[in-house]
């Protein structure tokens, strides 16, 4: 057994339940919970060691947790699951922050000996280089950005809609459309936790 204090942040019951019989033998103490904003009170204000965290969570999602865990510099392990196999690569997800991706399709003894490796804190996967670290660094690709751009990323990492983002600063969804379609464009991203590591990098979060 490894002494530790995990947090499993998911949605759907099942794969939450399903995830707790995989490692309850392996560590000292699990908390559960099914809402990002409360994953990431419980994240604050408790001493844990390790946290799995669905990126699809509501509320506050998974990446918008792992850029706010970073940001604060605290030393939790942090692996993210998803069950969406298209959407997001595995490099973008460790650019954001975190120690293991891991899609819920993963069979059981995979899953198991991927988290005992990042709770017994060996590297797992491989680790690309910096956003923007081939041709351009963070500030150069920041400053291609305007101050509205700016926002428009900063209010996407924490977690809010096309919607959303169209309320707070008064403008339409087709504008924030456009925005974001620009701000990819620029930063040569292609996915959210791709934009999340440029706003970790860009202390924009």
């Known amino acids: 057994m490894i002494d530790l204090s995990v947090l499993i942040a998911e949605d759907e019951a099942l794969v939450r339940q399903g995830i707790v019989a ?15 904003e409360e994953a990431l009170n419980l ?10 965290l669905d990126i699809g969570l509501p ?10 865990l970073r940001r604060r510099e605290m030393n939790i392990k942090v692996i993210i699951l998803t069950g969406d196999t298209n959407s997001y ?11 293991a991706f891991l899609y819920k399709t993963a069979e059981a003894e995979n899953f ?22 081939n041709a351009r660094s963070v500030a150069e690709l920041r400053d291609q950005l305007t101050p509205r751009e700016l926002q428009i990323v900063k209010l996407i990492v924490e977690g809010s809609s096309n919607r959303d983002v ?9 504008t924030v459309r456009k925005h974001r379609e620009h701000i990819n464009q620029k930063l040569d991203v292609h996915s ?3 934009l999340a590591a440029f706003a970790i990098k860009a202390s924009l979060v």
């Open 22 to 36: 995989l490692i309850e033998d392996s560590v000292g103490e699990i908390t559960e919970c099914s809402d990002g």
């Open 89 to 99: 690569a595995p490099a973008s997800i460790y650019e954001a922050g975190a120690d």
């Open 166 to 174: 169209a309320g707070s600063l008064c403008i339409s969804e087709h």
């Open 59 to 68: 509320r506050r999602t998974g990446i918008d947790i792992l850029a706010e």
């Open 112 to 133: 198991l000996e991927i988290f005992k490796a990042v709770a017994k804190g060996r590297p797992v996967g491989s680790r690309p280089a910096d956003v923007g670290s």
């Open 192 to 194: 959210p936790a791709s």
């Open 43 to 52: 994240l604050k204000n408790r001493p844990f060691d390790l946290a799995l």
